[in-house]
């Protein structure tokens, strides 16, 4: 199983980025996504994640600002992460749930400078 996690990268406050996740090794539309980030110092917590029938739910810290999606056809996840704050830095990991198995991507560096 492979999550490959693209997309980070260095950019303004108040300005967007999009993460892609593309998954290999599973069946994608049975397994919940997810999206979590890591700042330096703290445990990682929720970012987003998107069920396989495509239900969402969110972090309350980026609830309104981010937006997570899927294509089936296509094995990939996204994160589109608009007005971008400070504390918004991380590392974003892409997870992967399919029957009751947890599966990680090597994460993707995001930094928001002011």
């Known amino acids: 199983v492979q999550l490959q996690a693209s997309g980070g990268g260095l950019v303004q406050a108040g300005g967007s980025l999009r993460l892609s996740c593309e998954v290999s090794?599973?069946?994608?539309?049975?397994?919940?996504m997810g999206w979590y980030r890591q700042a330096p110092g703290n445990e990682r917590e929720l970012a987003a994640v998107?069920?396989?029938?495509?239900?969402?739910d969110y972090g309350t810290s980026v609830k309104g600002r981010f937006t997570i999606s899927r294509d089936n056809a296509q094995n990939t996840v996204w994160l589109q992460m608009n007005e971008l704050k400070v504390e918004d830095t991380a590392v974003y990991y892409c997870?992967?749930?399919?029957?009751?198995?947890?599966?990680w991507g090597r994460g993707t560096l995001v930094t928001v400078s002011s």
């Open positions: 997870q992967a749930v399919t029957f009751l198995k947890v599966y």
């Open positions: 090794g599973i069946i994608f539309s049975n397994a919940d």
């Open positions: 998107i069920t396989g029938t495509g239900r969402t």
